[in-house]
Each structure stands twice: as C-alpha cells, then as structure tokens.
C-alpha cells in the first residue's frame, strides 16, 4: 500500500523524466581547508593551492572549514541548472558559494534547521545551482560551520540533472515504502496473534519492527522530509536512539525466541549488558552531542561491534542446545551482521563512504524482518502441531476411560486392556528414570511430578501412532508397539538427554526392551519379565542406556 501511494504521488515527476533521454551524474573531488578569521570566499576561490587535496577529509577532526571543488564537468541537464548532491552529516550550518566562467559568485546554503528543505531519500541533500545569466558554473565553495567530521565533512558531492534525481527518488521510495508496508503488516499480524497465542515473543518482535521501521524512516532521510522544520541534527539524534533501540530488540527478540538453555547462565547477564549499552549509547549520543561527540560515536561502535561478536557465539550455543530455530536465525542475522560489519569498517576509517552502503541497510533490515516473521510462523506450525497432537492423544485417552492424572498416560489397567490381545510380534519396553529419589530430593516431589510430566511427553511425540504408552507406577513407564514399527530405545535416550528440565537438571532414564507374543496374560507376564531382566541389565550395566531380551 505505501509503495503503491508513493509510486502515485511520484508517477507525474517519473513521466516527466521519461520525456528526454537519460543523463549522467559526475561526481566532484573536493579539497579541504580549515576555516581562519578573516577569510573570504573571493580570496579562496582566487587561491585553490592553498586547500588540501590528499588529507582525507576525516583526519581534520571537528570545526568549521571551506571545502573547494575541482573543476566541475559538464553534464547535459534537462532543467535551467543542476544539483549538486552530498551525504547528509552533522553540520550547524552551510553556505554554498558558485564561482562563474564570467568571474560572478553566487551564493545559497542552508542551517541545519533548514536542511529539511533540501532533505532527499537516501539521507542525501540536493541544492540547485543559483544560475547567473548564461554563464556556467565552474567551481564550488562550501563554508561550512560546526562540523562534527565524524565521517567527512562534505560527502560523495554529486552533480546530477534534477530529473535524474527524481528517477532515483521513486526507486528508493518504492524500496521504502515496500518495507513500511511490510513492517507494518508484520506488526499487525503478529499483534493480532498475539493476543490469542501469548507467546512473549510475539510482542517483542513487534517492538522489533517498528524500531526498524522509525530507524528507516530517519536514517534514510524520508523523517526529514516529512516534517521539514526538523533539525537535522536531531535526525542525526534520532538516529542514534533508534538505531540502539533496534539493535537491543533483535537480541532481546532472540532471548525470549530461543529455548532457555541458549541463554542460560552468566551468558544471560553478557546479553544484558550489550543490550543496555546499546541503548544507552544511542541515548548519551542523542542527548549529549555535540559534547565530545567523536567520543560519543565510538561509544556507539563498540556497542554494536560487541552485538555483532555476540551474534555467533549465540549461533553456536544454539546449535549445542539443538535448537530447532538455529537456521532460521543464521539466514535472518547473516546479512545485517555483514553490512553492520561494513558500516562500523567505515566508521573507523577502513572503509570509504558509499552510498550503496548506506541503503543497503534497508536491504538487510528486510532480510532480517522476513526471516524473523518465518522464523514465527514455523514456531507457531510447532506448537499447533504439539496441541493437535495433544488433541489427540486426549481423545484416545478418553475412548480408553482410563489415564494417568499426573502424566496424560494410559494407567496400567488400560495399559493391559490394548495390548494384551495384539496379533503378531509385539516390542516392549520398559523405561525407568534413574536415580529418581535423588531428583525429588534435590528439586521436590512438585519438581518430580514434573520431571515426569516431560518424561511422559518425550515418550508420546516419540513413538509411532499405533504404540500404547503407559505410567505403570511411580517412575516407571511402559510402551508396547508391533515389531514392523521399528520403536528404538536410543532414540527415546536421545530424546530424553535433549529434553529441558525443570531448573535444568539433568535426568536419564534405562530401558530395557523384549520381543514376543502378547495373545494372552500368560504372554504378557513372560514378556513383563523378559523385558524388565533387560531393565535390570540396563541398570547394572550403568545406567542411562538400553538393554534387550528375548522372551522364552
């Protein structure tokens, strides 16, 4: 819906530009001077050696400077005059002075106050050329007041045609506006289930998105052109705050998303503190510059550099933990976490400024979004999955009259009643949680029945739909299923061992396993005997393992 309005509202300037054919943007080097009393645009213009043309731009630190142009080219424009385009950046204020072939300069410019004015997508400032009779513009001069310089001071100055502009700028308000529409849509939906489900996720994702979206919508520029009274210096401060606010959300997203284990321990705490000192770096930064604001900007690089280490190593603890969601995330995480890696490269000087950088962060925000909205929906496919199952199970308990009431399970009346009477080779196994006086001793008989309770539900969404499963008494359990269904006692162990414990203890259980006939009581004694002699072995032999016996 937003791309389709802006594609509307864009569509006049568009055909327009459609008229005539395509032009090229030059860019325009620049050379550096800092700013003395005294000096006049004349003077400079008159003088260009005296500017630096090989120091890069950031290694002059913060102030007030004059930045010269080289020689402009000539493009072929289709307005009376161009635009000459840059980077938007922290600046009080900027006066533009246009050195003429006929020897006139003239002037414009605008305060940080103003900039809104002259704001574009993309965070780029477009100023038109005064024109001057006939005359061509030959050199530029900016005197620029209170830069900060924290990534230069004039950045990637562009001459453009204005039409060419406008093509770019319904390009990248589409690209915004698709993400707008997402996002929101995202929020919406994910609030809507919310309010059914109650996962604490969901509202975490939710606040996700729209840091994203208010993080879009300053850093690219449209913010500004919104409201255009704005100072863009407190763009430039907002930027800051949602810029942090996104980056604790996507980890705290990932903390309530993942199973318990991924963040458990001193692990947790580590996640805390880099999630406060992002937004606290993004607030000290928005409320104290331009106090110390070199200072202040690297505060906010570490904290992200400390998110993008922090990043892999929950990846890998993910994986140790199993984690069904693990490849999910990886997708989601790895293009933010390669373009965040390239924006703190530049940040430190390691990298030039580029624009493609820039918006491509709209690109990873995307990635990021769409992935982490799959990664829900997959969650989701789980839980109705566990819930039919549930159902399930519930009904067949039901038509049995006969359950367990701690576990779910069949008793072992009903437990006697299904499988007593099978025809063919039947398996059974009997299972029975080791040590188990321990466990109600060290977490309570509330926490046994509970460590049962995730027993029992290891043991249904292990076995095959024709097993009957049963709570025989205390801490043992039984399972009975035909031969032809390949039940396997390892993977019940398996399963077990990555089962989430109350307060993450660790529980193991032995098994031991018989094959035989079940067409009677006298079968099931001989089978009951055969199978717990297995169990037995099991036990002997040290626990947490799997034993099998043949029924005589």
């Known amino acids: 819906m937003f791309a389709s309005v802006l594609a509307l509202l864009m569509a006049p300037t568009a055909a327009r530009a459609a008229e005539a054919p395509p032009v090229e943007d030059a860019p325009v080097a620049t050379c550096v001077l800092p700013a003395q009393p005294g000096m006049t645009a004349r003077q400079l213009l008159a003088t ?5 043309c090989t120091t890069p731009q950031r290694a002059f630190g913060s102030g007030d400077f004059w930045v010269l142009s080289q020689p402009l080219p000539t493009i072929q424009t289709r307005a009376r005059s161009p635009l000459i385009r840059t980077g938007s950046v922290w600046q009080q204020s900027v006066t533009l002075y246009v050195l003429y072939a006929n020897g006139a300069i003239r002037q414009t410019g605008y305060t940080s106050a103003t900039t809104g004015e002259h704001l574009r997508l993309g965070a780029r400032i477009a100023v038109r050329l005064p024109r001057h009779d006939a005359a061509k513009a030959v050199r530029l001069l900016w005197h620029i ?8 001071i004039v950045l990637g100055a562009t001459l453009i045609d ?28 994910n609030l809507a289930l919310w309010a059914v489900l109650r996962q604490a996720y969901q509202p975490v994702y939710c606040l996700l998105l729209l840091c994203l979206l208010g993080y879009a919508a300053s850093t690219s520029g449209a913010l500004g052109m919104a409201l255009p009274w704005l100072d863009n210096n407190d763009r430039l401060r907002a930027n800051g705050i949602l810029l942090g606010g996104a980056g604790a959300s996507v980890l705290y997203f990932a903390r309530t998303f993942f199973e318990a284990k991924v963040f458990a321990g001193r692990f947790r705490w ?19 510059s331009p106090w110390h604001i070199v200072w202040l900007d690297r505060m906010v690089i570490v904290s992200f550099a400390s998110l993008v280490a922090l990043i892999p190593v929950v990846l890998y603890r993910a994986w140790r933990a199993r984690s069904n969601f693990l490849w999910l995330f990886a997708i989601a995480w790895g293009a933010p976490i ?39 929906a997959y969650r989701i496919h789980l839980l109705s ?20 009431p701690l576990t779910g399970l069949l008793n072992r009346r009903a437990f006697l009643e ?23 001793e060290t977490i309570g008989h509330d926490g046994g029945d509970e460590v049962l309770r995730v ?14 499963v049963a709570r025989l008494g205390g801490e043992e359990f039984a399972i009975v299923a035909p031969v032809s269904a390949n039940l396997s006692a390892t993977l019940l162990l398996d399963r077990l061992r990555a089962a989430r414990m109350p307060y993450d203890l660790t529980v193991t259980a032995s098994i031991g396993s018989c094959i035989g006939e079940l067409t009677d009581e006298i079968d099931w004694k001989a089978m009951y005997r055969c199978a717990d002699r297995a169990l037995f072995e099991a036990k002997a032999a040290g626990r947490d393992r799997a034993r099998a016996s043949l029924a005589a």
Not at 145 to 152: P, Q
Request: with cysteine.
């Open 48 to 52: 260009p050696g005296r500017f630096d």
């Open 338 to 376: 390669l373009l965040t890696a390239l924006r703190i490269g530049h940040a430190l000087g390691l990298l030039p400024w580029s624009l493609l950088i820039d918006n491509l962060t709209l690109v990873s925000m995307a990635i990021e979004a769409t992935a982490s909205s799959l990664a829900i």
């Open 145 to 152: 007041r209170g830069a900060a310089n924290l990534r230069g």
């Open 418 to 440: 299904g499988a007593i009477g099978r025809e063919g080779n039947q398996m059974l196994l009997l299972a029975d949680l080791d040590h188990f006086k321990t466990v109600n």
């Open 270 to 288: 580590v996640c805390d503190g880099v999630g406060a000192a992002l937004i606290g770096s993004g607030l000290l930064y928005a409320l104290a």
């Open 162 to 189: 204005p039409a060419r502009a406008s093509e770019q700028e319904v390009v990248l308000g589409l690209l915004y506006g698709a993400f707008a529409g997402m996002a929101l849509a995202l929020v919406i939906y």
């Open 455 to 468: 027993f029992a539900r290891v043991l249904r969404a292990s076995v095959p739909a024709e097993a009957l």
């Open 385 to 404: 999955r566990e819930r039919d199952e549930a159902r399930t199970q519930e009904i067949a308990a039901r038509l049995l009259a006969a359950t367990d």
